[in-house]
């Protein structure tokens, strides 16, 4: 109670020498303070023990809800500034703990992004107040989430935050869309074309790629056959990977070589043909069935003819060249054309 009862209203300044205490009995009697365009700019929410900025309900120990498109909070300093999170830095609780930071759209921390910084176990008993050895994590915290993305990143286009970038158990790194376990150190997913680049300080660099044609239907007498792919221009052939969807019946369908046209000239990748030809009919004789696998891999390097790879500076198609005899039933096949592509300025 003050000297004026029970409230009290001042008009104007009030000016304090000394210290202050509100609430001094540690009542349940909040203390706000009003701004020009906010009834609680500042709230301390006494029978909760919560202190509000711009928020009447604070929703923990501080809680800041900013107007809209203003910066929440602003750190600022002449000199270097610094955000320490510790937690239970001498484990009195029992328990190894590590201090973390969510982000939600929501205040309820279900599906949040949390920030963990420190190591299971002993490892969190070494804080001496240099956090230049603990490690930076990124996990998912959700109860319907349970596996660890040890550290993601997603980009501007949206979607989920897994399929951009990862770093996941084991250090092994993924990167692309669909990506939610890498397969191996580095593992890369992408759709056809070019998938990733080397270069150094100089203009010249290599890109390495690939293209897929599935369900392609080797026509009989439709040799060579054009499969819709473009090779990149300044490129070279490595591997070319071809998927048996359905054999072919009839007496003989090979294929015999790979060949790209360009200018109307068309070239094979290989100077001569594939040494006996690789059966795509259904023959038990030779275990051609559906799923079988063939890998052409250009390693004569011999597009045009010879020991020399000319790169060409435009596109060219790329076709299958094969034989065929007595086809009833004409074959179905995937393929996928791996490639190096150069910069040369």
């Known amino acids: 109670m003050s000297r004026y009862a029970d409230n009290a209203t001042i008009s104007g300044s009030i000016i304090v020498t000394g210290s202050a205490t509100f609430n001094d009995q540690s009542k349940d009697v909040d203390f706000t303070v009003e701004s020009d365009g906010n009834t609680h700019m500042l709230h301390v929410d006494a029978g ?3 202190v509000g900025i711009a928020t009447s309900s604070p929703q923990s120990t501080l809680h800041i809800k900013p107007s809209s498109g203003n910066t929440s909070v602003i750190i600022e300093g002449t000199q270097d500034v610094t955000l320490g999170l510790v937690a239970d830095t001498d484990n009195s609780g029992g328990e190894d703990q590590n201090p973390s930071l969510y ?43 349970n596996s660890l993305r040890t550290f993601q990143i997603a980009t501007s286009d949206g979607g989920d935050v ?15 869309d669909g990506v939610q376990a890498a397969d191996a150190r580095l593992h890369i997913k992408e759709a056809a074309g070019d998938i990733f680049k080397m270069e150094n300080t100089t203009a010249y660099a290599v890109t390495y790629g690939q293209l897929v044609k599935e369900s392609l239907t080797l026509t009989d007498g439709g040799s060579p056959l054009d499969t819709t792919l473009d090779l990149p221009a300044r490129s070279m052939i490595t591997d070319v990977l071809i998927t048996i969807k359905t054999p072919g019946v009839g007496t003989s369908h090979n294929l015999e070589n790979v060949a790209l046209t360009a200018n109307s000239q ?25 799923g079988t696998q063939y890998v052409l891999g250009n390693t004569d390097q011999s597009f045009p003819a010879g020991r020399a790879t000319m790169l060409l500076p435009s596109v060219a198609d790329i076709k299958l060249v094969y034989s065929d005899d007595g086809i009833s039933t004409e ?15």
């Open 162 to 176: 897994s399929s951009r970038f990862s770093i996941a158990t084991g250090g092994r790194v993924a990167i692309g």
């Open 103 to 145: 982000m939600s759209q929501e205040t309820d921390t279900e599906g949040a992004y949390q920030f963990l910084m420190g190591l299971e176990g002993t490892a969190n008993l070494s804080y001496t107040g240099s956090y230049t050895n603990q490690p930076f994590i990124l996990s998912l915290n959700s109860e319907t989430h």
């Open 266 to 290: 068309t070239n094979n990748i290989k100077g001569s043909s594939f040494p006996s030809g690789l059966s795509l009919i259904s023959n038990p004789g030779q275990g051609v069935a559906a």
């Open 48 to 50: 909760n023990d919560r």
């Open 331 to 345: 074959p179905i096949v995937d393929v996928v054309v791996f490639y190096k592509k150069f910069s040369t300025t």
